[in-house]
């Protein structure tokens, strides 16, 4: 039995470098691959952040349209709903929502079906 024979310095310079060549343009892939998964979902949530932010600006719209057609302040509109003024303005400028008990006290409010006021909303 001969003595085990190890490779040289070379030889293992030779191996590691065709690992490389034969390895990094797959690993270059993969790392593409992840970085255009997470642009494309970034740019859907975009997309459905404006869309949302549309059809709330469409709600509050159609919620100070009814305030001022029954010539109510926001502070009266307040006080019957059993919330802040400043969650009257929230509604009306889009930057939040009523919850679907409060919608409902602001169609009865507003003396119009709470259907109604929903499908006024464009979008």
């Known amino acids: 039995m001969g003595a085990a024979m190890y490779p040289s ?10 690992l490389i060549v034969n390895v990094l343009p797959w690993l270059l892939f993969v790392v ?3 970085l255009a998964i997470r ?28 305030r001022e057609r029954c010539r109510m302040t ?7 709903v059993g919330v ?15 919850s679907t008990t409060n919608l409902i006290k602001l169609a009865k409010l507003y003396d119009v079906d709470p259907a109604d006021l929903l499908r006024s909303v464009s979008g």
């Open 84 to 98: 802040s003024r400043q969650a009257v303005s929230k509604w009306e400028q889009g930057t939040s929502e009523p």
């Open 32 to 34: 593409a691959a992840v």
């Open 74 to 80: 926001q502070e009266f509109v307040a006080q019957h």
């Open 39 to 66: 642009w494309f979902v970034r740019q859907e949530r975009a997309r459905k952040d404006a869309q949302t932010v549309a059809v709330r600006r469409s709600l509050g719209e159609a919620l100070r349209a009814e």
């Open 9 to 18: 310095a070379y030889e293992l310079f030779i191996i590691f470098m065709m």
